[in-house]
């Protein structure tokens, strides 16, 4: 019944920043940890980073740790994902997740998410 709606993909040159945007409707917003993942062509969706119910726990893959930031509007329904100093390899479609468990845990793994939007694209070039 959640429904995810990303945006603010686009193209952006190297070095450059983007943020991303992802709605979620049909249930409590408060109620759910958020993630972010992508998925480049020829690769697995893998994790970007996730956020807790709370707002007070984020996680990061290793490869955006300190030029991406997750964070969440409780208010708005929505989650974000900041990214400075983009890389060619940061190209993707991004999707946002959203997990239903009740704690303010925050998961990694894509099995973790059981509700998923359409995706964003995110281009990086020069």
């Known amino acids: 019944q959640v429904q995810l709606v990303e945006s603010g993909g686009g193209l952006v040159q190297v070095g450059g920043s983007l943020r991303l945007s992802c709605a979620l409707s049909g249930r409590i917003f408060s109620s759910y940890a958020m993630g972010w993942f992508r998925q480049a062509p020829g690769k697995e969706r893998e994790f970007v980073a996730a956020i807790s119910r709370s707002g007070g726990r984020t996680r990061y893959a290793e490869s955006v740790k300190g030029r991406f930031t997750i964070s969440r509007d409780n208010v708005k329904n929505t989650v974000y994902l900041q990214m400075n100093s983009l890389k060619r390899e940061d190209t993707a479609v991004y999707y946002c997740?959203?997990?239903?468990?009740?704690?303010?845990?925050?998961?990694?793994?894509?099995?973790?998410?059981?509700?998923w939007g359409q995706g964003t694209q995110v281009t990086v070039s020069s």
């Open positions: 997740a959203a997990d239903d468990r009740d704690d303010d845990g925050v998961r990694v793994f894509r099995d973790d998410f059981d509700s």
